[in-house]
């Protein structure tokens, strides 16, 4: 009988992929080259992944995790908290992954198995962390705010990336923390 792959080393070949695609990418990378980066073999990454497809959304997973994680260090005023999050997902260092993500989510969007795992998780889970973090369920307003939030950052991402214009999304990215702030003068 085979034995089940080793939790820890699984994680420090994650942890080690995640490494290598924040400084070469990873989404047309082979999982030969991704095994040669990050010292091992393709055949040890088939056996802690199961596929390619299987890393791929392993490290959409656990990079979205470790965003998620970030939730509880943010001030409960909205407006900041989206400026916060908006300085650090901007980071150039960080838009392979933001590659990665819609790369996967469009695939999984389309069906493609095993990336259809990614489409619940991509809203509910994020709206059942902010949850989390508030330590109560959201009101339905609170909600459809954070759903709201969610889409105007994961849409100046998709365009961050995709065109580059970094001062453009910040500038828009800007603009709607502006529309969050209070509009009445300060007493």
């Not at 034995?3 to 047309?28: C, Q, Y």
């Amino acid at each position: 009988m085979a034995r089940p792959p080793d939790d820890s080393r699984r994680r420090e070949l994650l942890d080690a992929v995640i490494e290598t695609a924040a400084t070469g990418g990873i989404g047309n990378r082979s999982l030969r080259d991704l095994a040669e980066a990050v010292g091992t073999s393709h055949r040890m990454l088939l056996h802690h992944f199961g596929t390619r497809e299987e890393l791929l959304l392993a490290v959409v997973q656990e990079v979205e995790r470790r965003q998620a994680a970030k939730l509880a260090d943010l001030p409960p005023d909205p407006a900041e908290a989206l400026a916060i999050t908006w300085a650090d997902l901007r980071q150039p260092e960080l838009w392979p992954f933001e590659r990665l993500f819609f790369e996967c989510y469009a695939r999984g969007a389309q069906g493609e198995e095993p990336f259809t795992r990614l489409l619940g998780p991509a809203v509910d889970g994020w709206l059942a962390d902010i949850a989390d973090t508030a330590g109560r369920p959201l009101d339905p307003a609170e909600r459809a705010f954070a759903r709201l939030a969610l889409a105007v950052l994961r849409g100046l991402l998709l365009d961050l990336v995709a065109t580059g214009d970094a001062e453009g999304v910040d500038a828009a990215a800007q603009t709607f923390v502006d529309l969050l702030r209070p509009t009445s003068p300060e007493l």
